[in-house]
């Protein structure tokens, strides 16, 4: 995984800015329904996305929450005095407190199954009856956009998905959440050229390909082939599912 304490400063530039969270914050609130409430966003990172949900719904008190000093630094410095540092498998709030909880972009950096179970199990336990839990899901997946340049990693090893939509739906329905629709979003600013994935190969943004492995120095080499090299091919469109938590009776 990479350190987001050392691409916090460099984040946002990389994955779409403003207009990617634009589009986040735009499909999020789809699904969340109208009125006051309290929405608590899981993962924030650099609260890129968290501040566009909190100005574009007035009516909702947002929190944010992430687990890397880094990134609390940057989303405290847009929402002052509405995020704190918490890692999602053990959220520091009561049962029953929001009436909203996203995460997104976040379960699929996740090896482990039983992490992805606690991080469900915990935006679940916090979310109140007829709240809405919203996350991202297939995240991998919707990077692989029929390119030249995914017909060139299609071989390469890859980590289970441990964000697929069933699993999370699993998840959700174990913890006593039910199915409340999906959206999706562009990846604005997303869309890979043959330049920026071998960079990305050479820092270990894939993790089955470490930095200097001559598998990932073999797949570089062949991006480098292609056409083309600093034309980005078409943005990835992320997949949003929601889970109602039933009220009683």
């Known amino acids: 995984m990479l350190d987001y304490d050392k691409e916090a400063d460099a984040y946002d530039a990389s994955r779409g800015g403003e207009a990617r969270a634009a589009a986040a914050a735009e499909a999020v609130l789809g699904l969340v329904p109208d009125g006051p409430g309290h929405l608590l966003d899981v993962a924030c ?25 880094a990134m609390v630094r940057m989303a405290g410095a847009r929402l002052p005095g509405a995020v704190v540092r918490a890692d999602s498998r053990r959220l520091p709030f009561r049962t029953d407190t929001f009436h909203a909880v996203t995460s997104i972009w976040l379960l699929h950096l996740l090896d482990d199954a039983e992490d992805v179970r606690a991080i469900v199990a915990e935006c679940a336990r916090v979310l109140r009856p007829g709240g809405v839990y919203v996350t991202t899901v297939d995240k991998a997946a919707a990077h692989d956009v029929g390119s030249d340049v995914d017909a060139v990693l299609a071989t390469r090893p890859r980590r289970p998905a441990q964000d697929a939509a069933p699993t999370v739906t699993a998840h959700a329905l174990r913890h006593g959440l039910r199915p409340a629709g999906g959206t999706a979003f562009p990846g604005i600013g997303q869309g890979r050229s043959p ?55």
Do not use: C, H
């Not at 001559?214 to 480098?224: G, I, M, Q, S």
């Open 195 to 249: 330049r920026t994935t071998i960079t990305d190969l050479r820092r270990g943004w894939f993790t089955r390909l470490p930095p200097g492995e001559p598998r990932t120095e073999d797949f570089a080499a062949r991006l480098a082939r292609l056409p083309d090299q600093d034309r980005p091919r078409p943005d990835p469109v992320f997949a949003l599912r929601a889970y109602r938590k039933p009220t009683p009776g």
């Open 45 to 69: 990172g650099t609260g890129i996305v968290t501040r566009r949900l909190a100005a574009d719904r007035p009516a909702l008190r947002v929190t944010g929450a992430d687990l890397t000093p």
